[in-house]
């Protein structure tokens, strides 16, 4: 009896586990038996590339040990030997290869028919090489394959390059040239029959130059020097023409590498993919090339962050999956899934045919599974509809929730409307230690002058925003913003500007003098060293204003109208009314948070205005809210600990109302 148990292969015979006797005949058939049908699924059903060298070595160790656990002794002895010897090893590492997998010179659908037809060699003989090498059970043997299988790749690139379009123009632009240099006669033209072949010449030349160009850099780049020629690797997916037919599977876990790293590439990512982003990780154009790889009706699954469905550089993907049929997307949010990176994964299940109309979605919640991954998931999904899917961005709820959302929308405006823009960023300094003070120092500087005042701060970060709560905190921004020291002193050069700006604020710049050298390297900064960045909103700090932070567990929605400055880890709307308020901090927001944030590790979600600018508010203003609102501000100025429950329920009550949501609506919302 033969069965897969927790990822391994099981084997028992008579009903025990199966071991190996050589002297058994009936247990060497079995032992014989399941070293060839490894041996056969190995040989010719898996493929890999990768661009690390360790990591193949690694891949084809593991495949050579999983051929091990089942290596027998042949029957028959050997002439000259009295002991029996174990099966030879085939060589199957010639299936997993070493490349830039999403890189190469020549494309999927490069034709072969030329190159064939010029060539000695054809498709099957490149396939009987590779089954001669495998089987090679001498270094000579498989050294003359090795030769055999260069000479027959290299033969075929030869003959795609020949038959490039870019080569083919090239020797027809080049042929022109020559023609119209060496055989047209320049005496006894015109002037205007100069100046035309001139101008024909100039531009033939230039057309030449750069068609030469680009194929030498193909051919030198060194963006190609790790290329993956799909066409010439793996005959095993090519037809008898040559044609890419491609694979039945395509399974991978694709590098996490962000856009940062790859600037050299971008320009050929964006000519090659149609997932291309500025700004998109690495993973988005695995997925797309993983896609072409895979021949019609085969079966695509990944594990990949689960970021695109949500940011703005997946965009160019989510459009490009909707028109395949998504089986499955397995979300498995904040769970530590890899030990050594916080990667937020989840796995993208796709059959490469015609989109339909719903597929399942899973959130996992735990990491253990008594009985395996697969029913886990099948008892926690949920059915998601494809028509409920927006390009702004992918929210994975069952329908009742999709319907839900779907009203909501209707009942309201897009928040970007709401607030017509007045949501803004917190300051980031690039050096805390210098603009960033505790109560003690602003003290102290405001005891040695007392001008100091005027440019010292209240200043927040995330952690202080807590809900209906006053902001309160015990940090202060010095506030030189950039354009201060020019509105102040003129054009002065920066010794004379810093000299002018000692007389003003001896205390502060005698402070900031300390930092000078670390403050001047940091990116963040003004014109002078001593200004913080160029920033066109200062003023709306000052203003009555809405604080949140960008992280938190629940909406946590504060007014402030002291003229509080905040760092980077929160946001500020410096347009709204109380009913907002209360419709910002109710279960309602709570919802739309839990269907449309990123959960990040921990249960905390991440409210940042790419998310949030599409969240439906309804724009009308009620007394009996905005008076519920009010009286929770009282009690929490009082006493920020103050049990505020009850007024806070009253008010969920109310925003239900404004949406015009039913019981059964209400109960999906607060999750009964």
Request: proline share 4%.
């Amino acid at each position: 009896k033969v069965e897969v148990e927790n990822d391994e292969l099981l084997v028992t015979w008579h009903g025990d586990l199966f071991r190996y006797q050589m002297t058994d005949p009936e247990s060497c058939r079995i032992q014989e038996s399941l070293f060839h049908e490894k041996q056969t699924l190995i040989e010719n059903c898996l493929f890999g590339v990768d661009i690390n060298p360790k990591s193949v070595m690694i891949c084809r160790l593991r495949l050579w040990v999983e051929l091990l656990k089942n290596a027998y002794y042949k029957n028959q002895l050997p002439a000259g030997r009295t002991e029996r010897q174990l099966e030879t090893l085939p060589n199957i590492d010639i299936n997993i290869k070493c490349g830039n997998s999403l890189i190469s010179r020549f494309a999927l659908n490069a034709d072969l028919k030329e190159a064939l037809k010029r060539s000695k060699h054809t498709i099957d003989s490149y396939r009987d090489a590779i089954k001669v090498y495998r089987h090679a059970e001498t270094k000579d043997v498989r050294r003359e394959m090795e030769r055999l299988i260069g000479e027959i790749k290299t033969s075929f690139q030869s003959e795609i390059t020949r038959n490039d379009p870019k080569a083919v123009k090239l020797y027809k632009l080049a042929g022109e040239l020559t023609i119209l240099t060496t055989q047209t006669g320049l005496f006894g033209m015109t002037d205007t029959q100069k100046k035309d072949w001139t101008k024909q010449v100039d531009k033939l030349t230039a057309e030449v130059k750069k068609l030469e160009a680009d194929i030498e850099d193909i051919r030198s780049n060194k963006i190609y020097e790790n290329a993956f020629e799909w066409r010439f690797e793996f005959p095993e997916v090519l037809n008898d023409e040559g044609e890419f037919v491609g694979f039945d599977v395509v399974i991978g876990n694709p590098p996490y590498i962000r856009q940062e790293e790859l600037t050299e590439f971008k320009p050929l990512f964006q000519s090659t993919f149609s997932t291309f982003a500025g700004t998109a990780d690495l993973y988005v154009y695995f997925v797309e090339q993983g896609l072409r790889l895979l021949k019609p009706n085969g079966e695509f699954a990944f594990i990949l962050p689960n970021k695109w469905m949500r940011t703005g550089y997946g965009k160019a993907l989510r459009i490009y999956l909707k028109d395949v049929d998504i089986r499955q997307i397995s979300d498995f949010g904040d769970l530590p899934v890899f030990e050594e990176a916080t990667t937020y994964p989840c796995i993208l299940e796709i059959r490469k045919t015609e989109a339909t109309e719903s597929f399942l979605s899973s959130e996992v919640k735990s990491l253990q599974f008594p009985n395996g991954l697969e029913p886990y998931l099948s008892a926690n999904s949920t059915r998601v509809l494809t028509s409920g899917l927006k390009d702004a961005g992918w929210t994975l709820n069952d329908s009742s929730n999709h319907l839900i959302l779907e009203k909501l929308r209707l009942n309201g405006i897009p928040l970007k409307d709401y607030i017509e823009g007045n949501n803004f960023y917190g300051i980031k300094t690039g050096f805390n230690e210098a603009f960033v003070i505790n109560k003690e120092t602003r003290d102290r500087l405001i005891s040695e002058d007392s001008k100091s005042a005027e440019i010292i701060k209240p200043f927040l970060a995330g952690r202080d925003v807590k809900r209906f709560s006053p902001p309160l905190s015990d940090q202060f921004l010095i506030l030189l913003r950039n354009g201060d020291t020019r509105k102040w002193f003129g054009n002065k050069n920066e010794t004379d500007s810093w000299a002018l700006l000692q007389n003003k604020y001896p205390a502060i710049t005698a402070f900031l003098q300390k930092h000078e050298e670390k403050a001047r390297l940091r990116l963040d900064q003004g014109e002078f060293w001593w200004e913080l960045r160029a920033c066109a909103y200062y003023d709306e700090f000052e203003k009555g204003k809405i604080i949140y932070p960008n992280i938190c567990k629940q909406p946590e929605f504060t007014l402030d109208s002291t003229g509080v400055y905040t760092n980077q880890k929160c946001f500020i709307i410096t347009k709204f009314n109380k009913t907002f308020l209360g419709i910002l901090n109710s279960r309602l927001m709570l919802f739309l948070f839990k269907a449309h944030l990123p959960m990040l590790r921990g249960g905390f979600f991440e409210p940042s205005y790419l998310y949030f600018k599409d969240f439906p508010i309804v724009a009308k203003e009620s007394a009996e809210i905005e008076n519920l609102v009010d009286q929770i501000l009282l009690h929490k100025k009082a006493n920020p600990q103050a049990d505020t429950t009850e007024l806070e329920r009253q008010i969920d009550q109310l925003v239900y109302k404004l949406y015009d949501l039913t019981e059964e609506e209400i109960r999906v919302v607060e999750g009964e």
